[in-house]
């Protein structure tokens, strides 16, 4: 304890020199006490965990990372949509067919928006569902395991990106298009786009007791580019909205072309009226393939099975299931607040946040006060539906969350900076800048009816000169600010992995206690497990091997194989017999055309080699597993094709 | 005469706790152990504090060269234990029974209690050689094999009662829920030795 605040009174003494040195945290405070507690802030002492878990996408890294939250401390950095040669994720047996997509096997994915499951519009903490972007897919992720246990691919859709969203009871995870599409695909002229194309909004079901996923309907939307999504809750729970830009339809330089129009629209849908009609037997089954692939806790394996149809609606035949609410500007977020009364727009291209009310909305529809109507949807009116404008004087809005206390906080792309300001009144409390160039924020449950109003986290876009300098190539940045008081308070910075395009957080009370420590070995049910330390064997089926070895600490059993030849395909099928927590072991063959394999406790994984050349090839456990892990090693022999050593296998002879 | 009877009779029960609680219970913590391993050891076995720790108290006690813990089957005690503290029992109550109706004196309440006590030394007494077995007999192929600074291969018998630390565990080992039952019910019958010699005039007189 001594020890402890020692290095305490050390740390706060280093900050206090620092801070005495020139501040470069905008307005340049130099005040050392203010300083030094906002260090106290984020400190969490050798020993003690953090209060938030913090999940934020990984961008072009495919994955997910889990920080800690006020240290900003990364955990793990879970596998979804990439290969991962730490765990052998994406390489060994049992989880390729996690990556199988009607493409192919497609080992890398853009991964944006990850959301956690909820009941009753509050974090249940069972699932984090995430969206691959590039080759639309939808990933849920256990959160007792923190391992991707199923991916839906997502066909008709193209730029998986108003995704992967989830309404207030997990009934569906939600995913729209952003780059439209010729439904089905075929052959085309690429000007040809305008009222060609389509926009597929996927209404994805999740069973509530295991979590795995079906494509409930398709809704073919007009060709805009759908670019976030929010559900809508409480009140508005049952519709679901959608912002829109190059409602213009331009295929070719958008940048100019898909910025002409003065207003997008923010799209309604209500979804309960639509389950309803398709329920009743409406909707068009179409011919399609994706890929559904699904992984089994209990086998250690997952599946890869491909599907042939999928429902569509086409929205014109469910009357009053869809609206267009103008909103100006290429809105971005599309941000709906915790009560699911006000559906906040971010009009990336303009100064002003346009809010509109889900009452006023109601009453436009009830009135039948349309402005028109494009591809037979109905527009309301601008004036009809507008809650309230907020006059930021920032530039760029993007994406708003919710502190649960009445106030909203929008990130600023362009000025850089987080905007807090009053719902219902739209005045601007306050602003605090951000280094640089912020894209989402996040707020844990801030998306949600029960926001934990403690920290925001700001995922900036841009590095530059944060930290020290690494070449060309610098991680992206993030920020906390501490939000419990009037006043925002800048109280930390950290590098995060990939690029963070969203994050999900929620109190580690809600996670920690249920996350699993072990497999169990008496529920593995892996075809291929050792489940006991004398069930090993090797057995040949042609020119295939198949391996079942067992390893504890500190010997794989068996460690001694003879009889392999040339041209043999040998499956390792290895199991971890330690049923202690945190003592995972390793599996690498020399040569191996392959990642290592890292196998937790009462698990099995399997690993392929395909010997080259004649010799005797050693094989090793990665994992620094005890102190006889150095011992922990082992031989194959290796013949010449025609060779006819028999085969055998052995431990300590 | 009657009151002490009664006690009588309640005193042994309490050793009925021994059938579900521990009688002992040793715990082995470690900086790379938050959650320490723990065994209980009951009457008829040695069981688990939490899932698991016996196979991996094992799985660390191989690298010194220790035996496996042994299961119920493996030692004669565990299936004596039961017998003798169930007859214990019964004769305590007996004793009780005997005395309420007058039938035997007061002294018999205090010979249960040091036939009692007899055993439950000699239980220690194997229970301790057992421990010094287990942790002095070891693997000579063990994989660690340790000396005290005198040169002497170094043992880790767990000790009989309190705290030690063995290489980089420090191991507590203490009577558990059975055990303090036991010396609940074997006061008890102490106590009814002395309420029947307090009284033993007036039931004189009586008789
Ligand atoms: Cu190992």
């Known amino acids: 304890m001594k020890k402890y605040q020692f290095q305490l009174i050390a740390l706060i003494g280093s900050v206090l020199l620092f801070s005495g040195c020139g501040n ?63 765990s052998g994720y994406g390489y060994s047996e049992e989880t390729k067919p996690m990556l199988e997509t009607s493409f192919g096997f497609v080992p890398w994915d853009d991964a944006h928006h990850p959301d956690i499951s909820q009941s009753k519009g509050e974090l249940d903490g069972r699932w984090i569902f995430i969206n691959g972007n590039n080759t639309p897919r939808i990933a849920r992720i256990s959160l007792s395991t923190f391992e991707t246990e199923e991916i839906i691919e997502l066909p008709n859709s193209a730029g998986n990106h108003s995704s992967s969203f989830i309404t207030e009871n997990t009934e569906y995870v939600v995913a729209g298009t952003r780059f439209s599409v010729p439904v089905p695909q075929r052959d085309m002229p690429i000007s040809e786009y305008k009222s060609n194309f389509k926009g597929a909004l996927s209404f994805i079901s999740v069973d509530p007791d295991h979590g795995h996923m079906d494509i409930k309907f398709q809704l073919m939307m007009p060709g805009f580019n759908y670019d976030l999504s929010h559900p809508g809750r409480d009140k508005s729970h049952g519709w679901f909205f959608f912002t829109t830009y190059n409602t213009e339809e331009a295929n070719s330089l958008l940048e100019v072309n898909a910025s002409q129009n003065d207003k997008d629209f923010i799209a309604a849908v209500n979804w309960k009226k639509i389950e309803e009609y398709v329920n009743n037997g409406g909707g068009t089954m179409m011919p399609a393939n994706y890929a559904h692939n699904v992984y089994d806790e209990a086998t250690h394996t997952a599946t890869s099975t491909m599907k042939k149809e999928v429902l569509t609606v086409d929205p014109l035949k469910v009357p009053g299931a869809v609206y267009f609410l103008p909103t100006p500007k290429s809105p971005h977020g599309c941000d709906v607040d915790p009560t699911g009364q006000y559906i906040i727009g971010n009009g990336k291209l303009s100064a002003d946040l346009t809010v509109h009310s889900f009452d006023k909305m109601i009453a436009a529809i009830e009135g039948e006060k349309f402005d028109g109507e494009a591809y037979g949807i109905p527009i309301l009116k601008f004036e009809d539906v507008l809650a309230g404008t907020v006059k930021s004087g920032g530039l760029g809005p993007l994406h708003t969350e919710f502190d649960g206390k009445g106030n909203a906080y929008t990130t600023f792309f362009i000025s850089s900076e987080v905007v807090k300001w009053k719902l219902g009144t739209w005045e601007v409390i306050d602003r605090k800048p951000t280094f640089y160039s912020v894209g989402h924020l996040m707020i844990p449950g801030g998306n949600s009816r029960k926001p934990f109003g403690k920290y925001v986290v700001a995922m900036n876009k841009i590095t530059k000169d944060r930290y020290l300098p690494t070449g060309p190539e610098l991680e992206h940045s993030a920020q906390l600010y501490d939000i419990s008081g009037d006043k925002m308070e800048l109280i930390y910075d950290f590098p995060t992995h990939g690029e963070p395009h969203y994050a999900a957080g929620i109190p580690a009370e809600l996670l920690a206690p249920k996350s699993k420590k072990i497999y169990r070995l008496d529920e593995n049910k892996h075809p291929y497990a050792v489940t006991s330390p004398d069930g090993s064997k090797v057995v040949r089926e042609g020119n295939e091997v198949h391996v079942y070895m067992s390893m504890i600490r500190s010997h794989f059993t068996p460690d001694n194989i003879e009889g392999i030849k040339v041209g043999d395909k040998v499956y390792f099928h290895i199991t971890n017999h330690e049923q202690d927590f945190d003592v995972p072991h390793g599996f690498a063959m020399i040569g191996q055309n392959s990642s290592e394999l890292l196998i937790m406790p009462g698990q099995t994984k399997t690993s392929v080699w395909e010997p080259k050349q004649p010799g005797v090839w050693p094989f090793y456990c990665t994992d620094f597993c005890s102190a006889l892990h150095q011992e922990m090693q082992g031989y194959v022999r290796v013949s010449p094709a025609n060779s006819d050593v028999p085969l055998t296998f052995t431990l300590g002879e | ?147 005290n600074a005198d040169g002497t291969p170094m043992t880790y018998s767990p000790p009989l009662f309190g705290r030690a630390n063995m290489l980089n565990f420090q191991v507590t080992s203490l009577p558990s829920i059975g055990a303090w039952l036991m010396f609940v019910g074997m006061t008890l019958t102490l106590v009814a030795f002395f309420k029947g010699w307090k009284n033993r005039n007036f039931n004189a007189i009586q008789d």
Do not use: C
């Open chain 1, 24 to 86: 470069q945290n905008g307005k340049g405070i130099s005040n050392g006490a203010l300083s030094s507690s906002n260090a106290e802030k984020v400190y969490v002492a050798p020993g003690e965990q953090d209060e938030f878990y913090a999940f934020m996408s990984g961008g072009y890294s495919g994955n997910l990372t889990v920080y800690g939250l006020p240290s900003g401390r990364m955990f793990k950095e879970i596998p979804v949509f990439s290969q991962f040669p730490t």
């Open chain 2, 1 to 147: 005469m009657k009151k002490a009877s009664i006690i009588m009779m309640i005193g042994p029960l309490f050793l009925l706790g021994l059938f579900y609680f521990p009688l002992w219970n040793i715990m082995l913590g470690a900086p790379q152990y938050p959650d320490p391993l723990g065994m209980n050891i009951h009457i008829d076995g040695i069981r688990d504090v939490n899932e698991f720790d016996l196979k991996n108290i094992d799985g660390l006690n191989h690298y010194i060269g220790m035996r496996t813990l042994p299961k119920p089957e493996d030692m004669w005690e565990f299936s004596t234990f039961p017998l003798v503290i169930g007859g214990m029992v019964a004769l305590g109550v007996v004793f009780g029974l005997l005395g309420y109706f007058k039938k035997v004196s007061y002294k018999w309440f205090l010979g249960w209690f040091i036939l009692m006590s007899i055993l439950g030394v000699l239980g220690m007494y194997d229970f301790n050689a057992w421990m010094v077995d287990y942790g002095t007999n070891l693997d000579p192929h063990a994989i660690m094999k340790l000396s």
